[in-house]
């Protein structure tokens, strides 16, 4: 089993930062791309930033410039730093993560169908 575990949402006034972290963890084998994404409420969920294993990133055109996302692949982490932020930024932020896991079959480890994981979703209200 996998599971993404979220953390560092909140409230902040308008120009503020908040950083997200979300850690990876269970039988995991190997991580391609972390990433975030948002959904405000009555709207469908949207990216805001990814970044693959190797360092390559994506962001949103509304995160440019203001969000930066960042991984510790040791920790299998991928972290949220969001600044300047405005009410239009509020949103359930999700880790997501293309996880391939293993498991054991007696003592021989077998991986598994890699799949995309997603975290509980964190909140997050930025005040104007």
């Known amino acids: 089993q996998v599971q993404l575990v979220e953390s560092g949402g909140g409230l902040v006034q308008a120009g503020g930062s908040l950083r997200l972290s979300c850690a990876a963890n269970g039988s995991i084998f190997s991580i391609n791309t972390m990433g975030w994404y948002r959904q405000a409420p009555g709207k469908q969920r949207d990216l805001v930033a990814t970044?693959?294993?190797?360092?390559?990133?994506n962001y949103a055109d509304v995160a440019k410039g203001r969000f930066a996302i960042s991984r510790d692949n040791a920790k299998n982490t991928v972290y949220l730093q969001m600044n300047s932020l405005k009410p239009e930024d509020t949103a359930v932020y999700y880790c997501?993560?293309?996880?391939?896991?293993?498991?054991?079959?007696?003592?021989?480890?077998?991986?598994?169908?890699?799949?995309?994981?997603w975290g509980q979703g964190i909140q997050v209200t930025v005040s104007s």
């Open positions: 970044m693959s294993n190797s360092g390559s990133t």
């Open positions: 997501s993560a293309d996880v391939t896991p293993f498991e054991f079959h007696g003592t021989m480890m077998r991986l598994t169908t890699p799949t995309l994981y």
